[in-house]
């Protein structure tokens, strides 16, 4: 077993580049210490080992962004991102930097060239990270930078203390509140251009987001799933294959299905496994376009290919990213030409589907 766990080290030290190892192999650590067996998590020590940083109403490189509550009964926040003023920008972060009060941002008239709105959900496993979690900052930053948008960041309640259905109720909620923002509201006709994006468990929120608003005939432009989560009862040829060997086991995504899932589900659930023997078909559904980013070097990688291939079942629009030789988590570091090519990837499609 030694000599097994050995060959998995040097075999992922020659794919993934040093400081993404050194990155998601401290959060691995981080996230063993927090898991306890009984099912319970260690929210105190996870707050105190979050990464965070703080909400800048003056420009950096450009962005700014700040933390606004659009749900006081349950605490929701989002963290919202977008391009500086030009002269926010000249000036910096500098004494003279011009700052858009809140109330001017949230209240600004519809803009007459279009631009999208990403809602973007955090990954985590629904249970790690936050909207203000570095990693996740950084992402959403480059996000509208490539876009020339706004991107609103949902805080949503993490599990195991809010399970099923809370995440998605938070995800709702911030499109609803998007839909109500005239600010949001672009081009001639005045739309809100709302696409929604996550990673990991933020990528399984906006789908089953995306699906509600089908169901509710609320339009939404586009679906970008980085390494969305989904799993299912019967193991997959990548999960048996992968297991253990870059950063992540099936023994972690079982626990954190467990974490999520209501007490007595099994992992056919309908929010685990959406196409599943208790999910439902899309067929006949104004359901969104999807760009589908995949690692194929991620355990999941077959159920995020069987996803995708289920949309295109349904006759719905579907494009897959596959990056074969990438790992979970390289969207977070622009080290790889995976990087680059899938924000590309992401540009064009934002800009494809705009109008």
């Known amino acids: 077993m030694a000599g097994s766990d050995e060959v998995n080290r040097n075999e992922c030290k020659t794919v993934v580049p040093l400081t993404t190892m050194v990155l998601i192999s401290n959060f691995k650590v981080a996230y063993n210490m ?21 909400s800048n109403a003056r420009p950096v490189e450009g962005v700014s962004s700040f933390d606004h509550v659009i749900d006081q009964s349950v605490g929701l926040e989002v963290r919202i991102y977008r391009a500086a003023a030009a002269a926010d920008a000249d000036a910096g972060a500098g004494a003279a930097a011009v700052t858009l009060p809140i109330l001017e941002f949230l209240t600004g008239a519809p803009s007459p060239e279009p631009f999208p709105v990403i809602i973007f959900f955090h990954g985590g496993s629904f249970a790690h990270s936050s ?50 923002q005239p600010w949001l509201r672009s081009g001639e006709s005045s739309q809100l251009r709302v696409f929604l994006s996550g990673d990991s468990s933020g990528g399984n929120i906006a789908h089953h987001v995306a699906a509600r608003a089908a169901d509710e005939g609320i339009k939404i432009y586009g679906n970008i799933l980085l390494n969305a989560m989904f799993g299912g009862n019967e193991r997959t040829e990548s999960e048996r294959r992968l297991d253990g060997k870059y950063f992540v086991t099936l023994q972690d995504r079982d626990w954190y299905w467990k974490a999520y899932l209501p007490e007595d589900a099994d992992r056919d659930h309908p929010a685990c496994n959406p196409f599943g023997p208790n999910g439902r078909r899309l067929r006949g559904l104004p359901f969104t376009k999807s760009l ?51 924000m590309e990837e992401i540009s064009d499609f934002l800009q494809a589907n705009l109008l």
């Open 292 to 342: 589908i980013i995949v690692s194929g070097l991620d355990l999941t990688c077959d159920r995020q290919l069987a996803y995708a291939e289920n949309l295109r079942e349904d006759g719905l629009d579907v494009k897959v990213v596959h990056r074969e030789k990438a790992t979970i988590g390289f969207y977070l570091l622009s080290n790889t030409d995976h990087y680059h090519e899938v």
């Open 34 to 54: 927090l898991r306890r067996p009984d099912g319970t998590f260690d929210r105190d020590l996870a707050e105190f080992l979050d990464r965070r940083v703080p």
């Open 131 to 180: 909207s203000s979690t570095a990693i996740y900052d950084h992402l959403c930053r480059r996000f509208v930078k490539l876009s020339k948008g706004v991107v609103v960041s949902v805080n949503y309640r993490r599990a195991p203390e809010h399970r099923y259905p809370a995440a998605y109720d938070d995800g709702w909620t911030a499109l609803k509140w998007a839909l109500a």
